[in-house]
């Protein structure tokens, strides 16, 4: 079965530093999805940024970017020039490519704190 | 569009009392899913859905059943509550494989359970 892990429940960053948040994964796929979700505290699930596993090049939205290593089995995202509004709970999260229900495995989740 | 709504946003329950948590979708989307959200451990998939009258059990579905009579709506009913079942529960939605963004879920804005 696949899982995800998610070692650091907690981290913290100074504004305008860059974190790194680290996500480990567990799958005999060769084909599959990973992702990072933030939850503020208001709960809502926003997607952060996303990886397809057959794509050699690291996903990079804004400010976010990850650091994909598939034999490592490794997903860690860096949030550069850190900002208040990033303090949130970061999810790292698995799907299969072609799997059916669109289902995810999270990890247990980093809550990030950003002092100003 | 609306997205994924979810009603309610909050509840109380007694033990053994019976509710539906209601959650719709506007995109057309043939995937959802529910999942419950837990301190420590992440969301966890509860049941999903490829589709209008297709439904399957997740990571744990026990005291918990769905039905999914439109492509639209996709509740979550507790049968008889429990204090276990305390928790945010969140609702998802996607598109079905073979589509461009099908690997990405939508949430919902969760509902917080409490049951006493």
């Known amino acids: 079965a696949q899982t995800v892990t998610q070692s650091q429940p907690e981290m913290s960053v100074q504004e305008a530093e860059t974190v790194t948040l680290s996500c480990t994964y567990d799958t005999s796929e060769s084909d599959y999805y990973l992702f990072w979700y933030k939850q503020p505290p208001s709960r809502q699930m926003i997607l952060v940024i996303r990886?397809?596993?057959?794509?050699?090049q690291n996903a990079t939205e804004n400010r976010f970017s990850v650091n994909f290593q598939k034999a490592a089995k490794s997903f860690s995202l860096k949030i550069s020039d850190s900002q208040l509004g990033d303090a949130a709970m970061y999810f790292c999260?698995?799907?299969?490519?072609?799997?059916?229900?669109?289902?995810?495995?999270f990890g247990q989740g980093t809550e990030l704190s950003v002092k100003p | 569009n609306a997205g994924v709504t979810q009603t309610p946003k909050f509840q109380v329950l007694k033990t053994g009392q019976s509710m539906t948590l209601q959650c719709a979708q506007d995109?057309?989307?043939?995937?959802m899913s529910w999942y419950r959200q837990d301190p420590g451990m992440g969301l966890r998939l509860i049941h999903y859905s490829v589709g209008a009258g297709i439904t399957d059990q997740g990571e744990v579905p026990n005291g918990y059943n769905v039905s999914r009579s439109t492509t639209e709506d996709f509740p979550l009913r507790l049968l008889s509550a429990a204090p276990s079942q305390t928790s945010v529960y969140f609702c998802?939605?996607?598109?079905?494989?073979?589509?461009?963004?099908?690997?990405?879920?939508?949430f919902g804005p969760g509902t917080r359970l409490l049951v006493l």
């Open positions: 999260a698995y799907t299969e490519l072609y799997n059916q229900g669109g289902k995810l495995i």
């Open positions: 995109m057309n989307h043939e995937y």
């Open positions: 998802a939605s996607s598109y079905t494989p073979g589509t461009s963004g099908q690997e990405t879920q939508y």
């Open positions: 990886q397809e596993a057959y794509k050699q």
